[in-house]
Structures are given as structure tokens and as C-alpha cells.
């Protein structure tokens, strides 16, 4: 990757980039997948594949503030039960980004990103489970945790987009709001970190990638110390709909550019 790019953005484009990674942030302690609007961003501003090497660093900046604001409400069975299946669709996202070329990386995130939106969609309709304990997840058969931990897995690898997919399946597990924090805290934390020597490998992060991370992750610390503060007030089917409608659209712009 020529990330000599990195250093050609405008004044518009950087704000653009500090904009998504506040929304990073944000997610990370409120509202978990809100991240795919970060995601559309990167990939509208950036080169398809130079956008998730830059991406993923600032997702870890916001999976450590998560973990430490919400680390006693993790369920571990859960993590342990997903993980390997997790890092077998890790490994098939990486063969996919070896021959994947950077038209392809981006008609893949799009589609991706329209993919998660029906998920969402189809999550929100199944949300009627919220009010269960959380010691439901101990029901959910292992057929389903391996089908959602490979989706999960190679969407997190291909395009940081695993959020939806982890956010469906633990709420059809039946967590509730500081459960499901804290699992998926946990969960992205562990995931994120495993990507970056692939990542490295991929030529998908360098020194100059992580010099811009360095001038954005000051934007994801507020985004997460906003979503903290928020979480308990916000308005959560008002901020899932303007989510929804904004990756329909960045998911669209991808596939047609």
C-alpha cells in the first residue's frame, strides 16, 4: 500500500476522518455497530484498503476505554465460545485481502455495509428479547455460534465491520444493556488487537498509518467519554435510524464509485 497518500488529505477530509473517529468512540460506550458510519467515511475518504489499516488502531483506542468503563459486566462463556470460530473467518478475510485489489475491497465494504444494515434491521425487529437474563446465552445452540463467529470474523478482517453481527447475535442471546457492553467490550478488544500483525503483514498499517492515528485517536477519547454519558439517556430509535440511513447511504456511494 502507498501510504504516502495518507499525508494528501484536505482540511475537509481530516475533519471528515475526526468526525468519524468521535463516532467511533462514541459506539464503543453506547450504541455498538453505530461504527459502520465511521467505516463508510474511511472508505469514502482514504483508498478502500489503506481506510481499514487506519481504522483499526483507532477501534482499539475505543475497545480499551469500553473494557474500562464496562469490564465487570462481561460474560466469558460466551467470549471462549465464539472465539474460535471468530479466528477461522480472521484467517479466510486475510486470504480475501491478499488477492483483493482496491476496487474490490470497496465494492466488497459496501456491500458489507448493506449487508449489516438488513442485519440490523432484521435485529431490531428480533429485539423484543432484551428483557431476558442474561443467563439465556447458555441456550444458544454452538451451530449458531460458529455461524455468526466466522461471519463476524471475516467481516471485522475485510472491513472492521463485525459490529452488527456480534450486536444480532448477542441480543438474541438475550443481554441486557451493561451485558452486552461489556461482552462485546471484550470481545472487539481481543479480536481488533489479533488483527494487527495480519494487518502489518497486508502492508495495511505502517508508520505513516499510525501517524495519522495518533492525530485522530484524540477525537475518539471525547466520542467515548460522550457515549458513557449518554448511554442512559439516548434516544436509541431515533440514533439507530439515522445510523441505518446513513450506511444505506455510504454503503450505495461505495458500490457506485
Known amino acids: ?140 445452540g454452538r451451530v449458531k455460534a460458529r455461524s455468526y463467529g466466522v461471519l463476524g470474523g471475516f467481516t471485522t478482517m475485510v472491513a472492521n465491520a463485525g459490529g452488527p453481527v456480534m450486536s444480532m447475535y448477542l441480543l438474541s442471546a438475550g443481554f441486557r444493556k451493561l451485558g452486552f457492553l461489556g461482552t462485546s467490550a471484550f470481545f472487539f478488544l481481543i479480536v481488533n488487537v489479533s488483527k494487527v500483525p495480519f494487518s502489518v503483514g497486508l502492508g495495511l498499517i505502517d508508520g505513516r498509518s499510525l501517524l495519522l492515528d495518533a492525530a485522530l485517536a484524540a477525537f475518539v477519547v471525547p466520542g467515548a467519554f460522550i457515549g458513557k454519558r449518554a448511554v442512559n439517556r439516548i434516544n436509541q430509535l431515533l440514533f439507530e435510524r439515522l445510523v441505518i440511513g446513513a450506511t444505506i447511504v455510504g454503503g450505495v456511494q461505495l458500490l457506485l464509485r
Open 1 to 140: 500500500m502507498n501510504t504516502m497518500t495518507l499525508w494528501h488529505i484536505s482540511i475537509g477530509e481530516f475533519a471528515a476522518l475526526a468526525a468519524a473517529a468521535l463516532l467511533v468512540g462514541f459506539s464503543k460506550t453506547a450504541v455498538s455497530g453505530a461504527n459502520t458510519v465511521s467505516l463508510a467515511i474511511f472508505a469514502a475518504v482514504l483508498p478502500a484498503r489503506a481506510s481499514t489499516g487506519v481504522l483499526l488502531p483507532l477501534l482499539i483506542v475505543g475497545d480499551v476505554l469500553a473494557v474500562l468503563t464496562y469490564r465487570r459486566h462481561a460474560h466469558w462463556p460466551t467470549l471462549w465460545r465464539l472465539f474460535p470460530a471468530v479466528a477461522a473467518g480472521v484467517v479466510l478475510g486475510t486470504l480475501f485481502l491478499l488477492w483483493a485489489d482496491d476496487g474490490a475491497v470497496r465494492t466488497s465494504i459496501g456491500a458489507i455495509l448493506l449487508l449489516m444494515t438488513g442485519v440490523t434491521l432484521w435485529r431490531r425487529r428480533a429485539a423484543g428479547q432484551d428483557d431476558e437474563p442474561d443467563s439465556v446465552v447458555t441456550r444458544t
